[in-house]
Structures are given as C-alpha cells and as structure tokens.
C-alpha cells in the first residue's frame, strides 16, 4: 500500500522540461512532441517578435496543456507565464488562416509577455524589486493589448494571421458602408454589439494602420516610453497623465487624434466596398455551416441576449429556412457552440455538441476535456439521439448511413480515419495531413486538409488507397465545402476576399460565384445561390443569381517552412524542480498604514502573491507588524489543484482563524439537462481556534435552451468531541431559477437556514430592510429585469463609459423564527459602466422599495462585475 501512495505521488511530479536561454516550455512526459514543437517555434520566431515589440528581461514559463477539442492559448503578464493548449483550430464562423498553430499561438502570446513586461527606467527598477503591477504597458486598452500581437502574428507569412485572411478587413469595410466605424470610445470599451472580441479586430488593423502610415519602428519607441511611467495606473483612469503623452511623443499626436486619422484611412480605402446579393434575413451576430436539402437552408445562429448589467444569455440554434416563402423555423436549439459543419442526408440533420470527458492532462479544466457528441435528428419527427462521442475534428455521413470521421492523430501532426457502422467505430487508416472537414454525395467524399505549415486546401478521399489525393491547393485557403452531385461549392479566400467557388469533379474545371463584398457558406438552390453575408451588426443570409465565371486556379507564392531542427541541440531537460522555481512571489508590494486616527501609530507590512506557473499552486500572503500593540498581524491564502479534480482551498487569520474548503466536481456536462454536481466540505475553525465547525454539502445545476436552475444544500456542525466549545447543528438551502421572458429575464431566488444553537444569531436582509436577524429564515426573492434604454456614451478623459440602463422590478418577503414576515416590493435602475480602459465592470443601482409598514426607502449601492 505505502508503494501504491508512493506511486501515486510521483505521478503528481510528472512535470518535465525543456530549456532554452529564453524558454522554459513545461509539460507532462507523454506530451515531449507537442513540447519540443512548441519550442523550436518559440525560438525560430522569437527575433520576429523581439524585432517589433524589443527583446524581454526573463525566461519565459510555457506550459503545455491538452484540454481536448478546444483551442486557445493565454499569458498572465502578472505571473509571467504562457498556457498553450495543444488542439488546432478548425471549424468556426471564419476560416483563420493558420499554417501552423504552434507558430501562431506562440507568436501571438510571446508578444503579449513581451509588451506587457516592457519597462524602463525607474518603472524597471519598482518592476524588479516588487514584481510585475509595477510594469505600465499592463495599464493599456485592450486595442493595444491585443492590437499589436494580432499584428505580430499577422508579419509571419503573408497567409497567416488575423489581418491576412480577409475577415478583419471586410467588417472594418461593413462597418464604412454603415457609416459606422469605430471612436477610440467605443473601440476601447467594446459595448454589447457584433463582433465578440473586437479588441483583436480594432487594435490588429489600427497597429496595422500605424506601421503602414509611420512605420514599425515606433512601436516598440511607444512601449519602451510608456514602461517608464511608473505612475501608469493613473493613466487608465486619466489617459492624457501617460498614454497621451506617450503617443505624442511617438508620433506627435494623441491616441484620440491618432484614431480619427485611421478612420479617415478606412473610410477612403474601402469606400466602394459593397455587399454581393440580396440581403434575404436581417438578424445580426452570427450565423455558421449553412446547408440545402429539398428547398429549404439550415444554419446554425448564435444570438446573444444581455438581460441585466453585464450579464448575459447565449441562445445557439439550428434554423430552417425554407426558400419558397423566406421564413424560418427552429429546428433544435443548442447547449453551445457545435465543433463540425452540419450535414443533411435523409431526412436527418447530424451535428455535433461539445462535452466534457474526464482523464485530460489540464489545469484549466481541472482534468476535464471537450469532445464531441455526435447527434442525429429526425426532421419530420423532432426525435433526437446521440449516436457516440469521441474527438471529431470532421465528419461527413455516407449512403450506407455510416459516419465516416476523422480526429486528431496524439502526439503528432496528421489525422486518423474512422467509421462508425451504427454499431462500434473502427479506424481506417493514418495521414500526415489535418483534416478539418469532410463531405459525401455518392461514392466521392471531399475533404478540407492542410500539411503542417500550409493552409487548408481540397482534396478527394481515396479510402481504398488510404491516401487524400490534391484538389485545389494554394497558399490561400479553401474551405466549408458543400458536396452535391459532382460540384464541390467551396469558399476561399484569395487575395483576402471571402468569395465563393465551384469545381466541376466531372469536367475538372473551377468557377467563381461571387465577386466583391464577404460572402461564405455556399448553397445552390434552384439556380440561386444563397450564402453567408455580412453586415456591420453581423452574418445573415444572402442570395444571388447564380452565374458562374470559369477561372484557373489562383496563382501565388507559398510560404517558407522553417527548419526547425537547427534549435534542438541549443535544448536542456529539466524536471519539477523548474516548476518549483515559479513560485516566487509575482507581486511583492510593501506599504504603510496608519493603525489610529491621529497617525500616531503605524503598521508596516508586505503584500505577496504568486504561483507556480502550471497554475496548479497560488497563494496570496498580507504580513504587517502593528507598532501600537506589538503584534504581528498576517493572513495567508493557498488555493491548490495539485490533486485535481480535486480544488483545494486554505487561509489562515493569525491568531483568529483557519479555514479550508474541498470541492470536487462529481458531473459535470455541456449537454441540457444537468449540468454539474459539486461536493464540498469545509472546515472552519476561529473564535480565538474555541470552535470548530465543518460543512459539509453539495451544488448542482441544470441548464435548458431558455432556463437555468442551481441549488445548493450545506449541514454546518460543531462537536464537543471534536474540539468546539459547543455541539451545534444547522442546515442551509438556496434554490435560483432564470427564465428569458419577453426580451428580458425572470429570476426566482429562495434561500432558508436553520440554526437554533449557534450563539452568534445569524442575520440577512432584504431590500427596503436593515439586517434582520433570526436563527431560523426563510427568504423569497422574484424579479424581473430588462433592458431600459441604450447608453452608449463615454470620456477618453477621464476614461469611462456608460453601456445600457437596465430596470427591474422585484418583490422579497422573508419569514422568521419569531413570526415577523417583512416583504417589499420596489423598482432598480441598474448601470452599466467601465472604468479603466474598459477592464473594471461596475453597476450602480438605485431603487425605492415599499415595505409593509408602507414606507418607501431609497437604497443605493454599487456591484462590480469581472469581465468574463
């Protein structure tokens, strides 16, 4: 037994290394491929970045982490690390140019580290001796956060990059034919509109509009002038103390002046950019994987829907639209975003739902992974089933109703091949190359794939041969293919224009559909085609006449491959002994304060915060020496998911309490239904450590295309035997329902607790009432919120923005041990508002609640709000 725990510890430790002079890319042992490729793209580009932003202080942490079906990547400039998830994009609303994913996300977050440590001077100095708050390129807008690392990944090869694909430009060019282009107010607050993220979108084609107008050079003078600001956090609120001056200083105007200057630029570069057809639907937002079958389209729409002060519902949903009388009807609504394209044999609509699945090496995750389920619908009947899951990239239906799939080959670039005969799944055979689409009709079965630092192109499947033979291929990018007959529809994206094109299998000739404005998704009905336009407030359906005009396949210079294999023999190995090395403290920040009104005593302290960078291990520490009383005065907090799923989580109050709080995630699903099942124990210990009280309990929630449901049970006790000074039992309940209604939401909230025995009476409150205290309660809350009125004002200087004015009208009532049931019935007005660039999320409410003694009182207060 003392083996197997032996084991069992070491698999904890199982982080290993590979070092370089700049680099420390962290990762578990099986994961040595994903490592070493992340590596040498680190090091074969790193003087690309360092060329644009200027070389960085410190080795830079990157850990490595598989969290399934699921891209993505991230920095923490506050404990200087970089987290790489292993999964390559595929299928979403665009097609990304990404040769190679390493390469890009790399890229894009070694730029983020690079920028955001930059300083100089005296703020190098404050940075260096109390950690990383003190760096001021941290205290910039999100435009120039994300702008100049879109921009650095955009300088790699002509095809790859958010500014090299043609998405970007052409919404800045719908945003001109609206007459609507970006203020630097609205670019740096981002209000609750079309595109999400716009902080890539705005800031990647501004900085692409300062290199072109005054060169690349400047952008590394600007961050190396305003990392010596050292007073920069006062510039978040008051931009013309720091970031102003900075701009002037760079290129002779401010950062308002330097934004009218671009939108003049955009509005003459793309004032004769119209949209292509006829603009058949009119919703906004977005729109993805447009199909035909027997007149009528099918589309997913995501929609979504703000019903309170920065909170919000996403509605997913798959519509019909049916081309004889343009309306539309929803077919099925969705738990979130789908992860293939659609495809439409039958009668029977087949899509994929992402979900979680246990046994993924992550932190963010906590151990959890996406895969994808795998649904086939009835669209005459509505019956819906889940036909298996596993890790789809791409899947295209045969006419024997077999599913033929491909995912990603583990711990090497390629794709594997599989089937699913209705009963078990079967692997076909390997590839070298990533296949992110597939499509059937007859025997022939096209497929979107790319070979490692190239860009998706079209290939025929040769399931026989076991090979993918070359259709179209060009530096550009082909894909989100529609396969009828013998005509292949496709879209790409030559000379950065989302266009749409045909090839002719059987005369082996391509044809261009589409000509000007964005056009994606192609579908031919009845010699028209119908695809995916843009507008400023989003995708929607267009239509055309279909003509097609013969071309030959697009011309263009290929990018260069790196040779990766000169970076290895510059490689170290190392062990858990380099993650070790990441818990120094980030942040390190004395201070003095005054302990008494007169300031005739101090307290003299240091504020600590760190982790490891696999953010398994973060700690946070407040020690003080109080000079009046001569005590030490301390408070430490630890919250660690080495043992994930488990999260475990203690602080310590010096000489007043200890506290620790288990929580491990029994279920946990993406699907509707239930949602996730959270077991926690807490224990508590204070009064001087005289009582000791642990509380046990559990969460769950359920979630529904238009409703939610949490509810939470919790049984606090204390023990005599135990080691409190009294025996105590209590029981705690929650219960909250939401439901969209009628543009806005209702939410129901219910709260009781009984708690006879504990000599502290416990209280709460509801609105209208000062605290009310009880040792039994049970508390009923119901409101309705909804959207008042748009707002949408707000100051570069000072730097604040008021979004969306919200009402709600509530009633609580609450019933006691003693027989006092207080009630009140009000209205709120709730505010919408960002400080600081846009990163602090505030919402000051007001309201007047009628109470049952009939008075009216006024209550005020304010609620922050993290934007996530």
Not at 246 to 258: E, V
Not at 346 to 371: H, K, L, M, Q
Request: net charge negative; hydrophobic share 40%; glycine share 8%.
């Amino acid at each position: 037994m003392f083996t197997a725990v032996l084991l069992s510890l070491c698999m904890w430790f199982d982080w290993k290394t590979l070092k370089t002079d700049d680099f420390t890319v962290i990762y578990k042992q099986e994961y040595y491929w994903e490592a070493l490729h992340t590596l040498q793209n680190l090091e074969y580009y790193k003087d690309n970045v360092t060329g644009i932003i200027g070389p960085g202080q410190r080795n830079i942490p990157v850990v490595i982490e598989d969290a399934g079906a699921v891209s993505n990547g991230f920095a923490n400039p506050i404990f200087h690390n970089v987290h790489v998830f292993t999964h390559a994009p595929g299928f979403a609303h665009r097609m990304e140019g990404i040769e190679n994913w390493n390469r890009a996300v790399t890229v894009h977050e070694h730029a983020h580290i690079l920028h955001l440590s930059k300083t100089t001077g005296l703020s190098r100095v404050l940075t260096n001796a109390f950690g990383s708050l003190f760096a001021p390129n941290i205290y910039s807008p999100g435009w120039a956060i994300e702008g100049i690392t879109v921009y650095c990944e955009s300088q790699i090869t002509p095809y790859e990059g958010r500014l090299n694909d043609g998405f970007f430009d052409s919404y800045i060019a719908a945003r001109v034919h609206g007459e609507a282009m970006p203020s630097i107010v609205e670019a740096t607050n981002t209000p609750f509109e079309f595109p999400v993220g716009a902080y890539y979108l705005y800031g990647g084609e501004f900085f692409n509009y300062l290199s072109k107008t005054y060169g690349e050079d400047k952008f590394q003078d600007f961050f190396s002038i305003y990392g010596r600001y050292f007073w920069a956090p006062l510039s978040a609120i008051l931009p013309f103390t720091g970031l102003d001056i900075a701009a002037r200083r760079t290129y002779g105007k401010s950062y308002p002046n330097l934004f009218i200057e671009w939108q003049h630029y955009e509005n003459a570069r793309h004032e004769a950019w119209r949209p292509t057809g006829f603009q058949v639907t009119n919703r906004g937002w977005y729109m993805y994987s447009l199909r035909g079958e027997n007149e009528k389209l099918y589309y997913v729409r995501y929609q979504p829907v703000r019903v309170d002060g920065f909170s919000q519902r996403n509605l997913i949903h798959i519509v019909e639209f049916d081309t004889r009388d343009d309306t539309e009807r929803m077919v099925a609504s969705l738990s979130g975003t789908i992860s293939a394209s659609l495809r439409i044999v039958d009668g029977n609509i087949y899509y994929t739902t992402r979900e979680f699945a246990r046994g993924y090496p992550n932190i963010y995750y906590s151990g959890f992974g996406i895969v994808a389920n795998l649904h086939k619908r009835d669209l005459a009947t509505g019956i819906d089933r889940i036909l298996f899951s596993d890790d789809i990239r791409g899947f295209c239906v045969l006419p024997d109703s077999s599913v033929l799939y491909s995912k990603d080959r583990l711990h090497g670039y390629g794709s594997e091949l599989w089937l699913f005969d209705g009963d078990e799944n079967v692997m076909l055979f390997e590839t070298e190359l990533l296949i992110g689409e597939l499509d059937a009709s007859g025997r022939v079965v096209a497929a979107v794939a790319r070979r490692d630092y190239e860009n998706w192109n079209l290939y025929l499947l040769d399931c026989e041969g076991e090979t993918l033979v070359p259709l179209v291929t060009t530096p550009w990018i082909e894909g989100n293919i529609n396969l009828t007959d013998n005509i292949l529809l496709f879209t790409a994206n030559y000379g950065r224009e989302y266009a749409i094109y045909a090839y002719d299998l059987a005369a082996d000739r391509m044809y261009q559909l589409t000509n000007g404005g964005y056009a994606d998704h192609g579908v031919l009905i009845n010699n028209t085609l119908y695809f995916k336009g843009m507008t400023k407030h989003g995708f929607d359906l267009y239509k055309t006449e279909f003509r097609p005009k013969e071309i030959e396949s697009t011309e263009a210079v290929p990018s260069e491959k790196p040779n990766l294999n000169v970076v290895e023999p510059k490689i170290d190995h190392g062990g858990y002994g380099d993650v070790l090395k990441t818990l120094f403290p980030s942040v390190r920040v004395p201070f003095v304060l005054p302990t008494k009104s007169d300031f005739s005593t101090w307290a003299y302290g240091l504020f600590l915060l760190g982790g490891d960078a696999t953010d398994e291990n973060m700690y946070g520490g407040f020690f003080a020496w109080d000079s009046d009383k001569e005590d030490l005065i301390s408070s430490i907090l630890w919250q660690s998911k080495f043992l994930i799923p488990l999260d475990v989580i203690f602080f310590y109050d010096y000489k007043n309490s200890f506290e620790y709080t288990l929580t491990f995630p029994a279920f946990v699903s993406l699907e509707y239904g239930l949602s996730h099942l959270d077991l926690f124990l807490t224990g508590h210990v204070f009064d001087g450590i005289s009582r000791n009280e642990f509380i046990p309990g559990f969460t769950l929630g359920f979630q529904y295309p238009y409703a939610t449901l949490s509810a939470g049970l919790a049984f606090p006790f204390e023990r005599q035997a135990w080691g409190s000074d009294i025996n105590r039992s209590a029981q705690q309940m929650r219960l909250s329902v939401q439901r969209l209604f009628a543009g806005g939401e209702v939410c129901l909230t219910g709260s009781a607790y009984v708690d006879r025995h504990n000599p502290d009476i416990p209280d709460f409150s509801i609105r209208g009432y000062e605290a009310i205290s009880s040792r039994r309660a049970l508390m009923v809350s119901t409101e309705y919120s909804h959207r008042l009125c748009r707002v949408r004002k707000g100051l570069w200087n000072p730097n604040v923005y008021f979004e969306d004015l919200y009402w709600t009208i509530f009633a609580d009532c609450a019933l006691t041990e003693e027989g006092t049931s207080p009630y009140s019935a009000g209205v709120e007005l709730r505010l919408e508002t960002k400080v600081g660039f846009g990163f602090l999320y505030l919402v000051p409410r007001v309201g007047i609640a009628f109470t049952k003694s009939r008075e009216l009182k006024i209550f005020l207060g304010i609620s922050p709000r993290l934007p996530i």
